[in-house]
């Protein structure tokens, strides 16, 4: 069976790329990040979604990006906006460096797993206007991966996956709901509290929950 590294956050994204990646035919291994996120409830839900969709592992590494702050999710003295945000803008909850960061991780348990694919949620209709989900971006990391590891010198391609790239959240709601997610699971609320539970106003629940009203689902997300 073809192995793939899956970057799960336990977020409606990340799960529907498991459930895709699994209805390919891959061996799911998953890799979640402790990375100094206010909202950690997604780790729990990382679990979970791992656990319900059959992947083979379950790993969570831990960084410190709080360290350097700069980010809405990492530092508490940033607010995180309720109030929408304005096109072409980047807002206050990008983490600097973060997709690199992680996607690197993945690169290097890829090559121990003798894995040549890497599955990330990155969305370029639906998302919130960070530099590090865009295609040119993914294209150039793949390049770069394909420079740097044992693995492609000798002659496999390393591929990053991003099958949500050009899917709008209603697309994206419908395609999980199809494969059986079940996305009480999951949680992507910026402002999630302890138990999971979200606010509602943050800009990825609403994402999230116009993704739900307009793919005609009832939304099963636990708020506040």
């Excluded at 979640?32 to 319900?52: I, P």
């Excluded at 831990?62 to 906006?81: C, Q």
């Excluded at 993914?138 to 770069?144: C, G, K, P, V």
């Excluded at 699971?185 to 910026?190: A, D």
């Amino acid at each position: 069976m073809k192995k793939a590294v899956i970057l799960l956050s336990g977020g409606l994204d990340s799960a529907t790329v498991l459930a895709m990646a699994v209805s390919q035919g891959y061996e799911c291994y998953c890799l979640s990040f402790d990375y100094g996120q206010r909202h950690n409830a997604e780790l729990a839900a990382a679990r979970r979604v791992s656990a319900a969709l059959g992947a083979r592992e379950h790993r969570i590494a831990t960084i410190d990006l709080a360290a350097f702050g700069g980010s809405a999710l990492t530092d508490a003295s940033i607010e995180v906006p309720v109030d929408g945000v304005q096109d072409g803008e980047i807002p206050v909850t990008y983490v600097p460096a973060r997709n690199t960061i992680m996607l690197s991780f993945a690169l290097g348990w890829a090559e121990v797993l003798e894995a040549h694919d890497i599955f990330i949620g990155v969305n370029a209709v639906d998302y919130s206007g960070y530099p590090d989900c865009r295609p040119e971006y993914i294209s150039a990391f793949e390049l770069m991966a394909n420079l740097a590891t044992r693995i492609s010198v000798e002659g496999a391609k390393l591929h990053i996956r991003t099958p949500l790239l050009s899917l709008s959240k209603a697309r994206i709601v419908e395609t999980g709901a199809k494969l059986g997610v079940d996305y009480a699971l999951t949680v992507s609320c910026y402002k999630a509290d302890l138990e999971g539970r979200a606010c509602g106003v943050c800009d990825a629940c609403r994402l999230r929950r116009t993704g739900f009203e307009l793919a005609g689902m009832a939304d099963p997300t636990r708020y506040q």
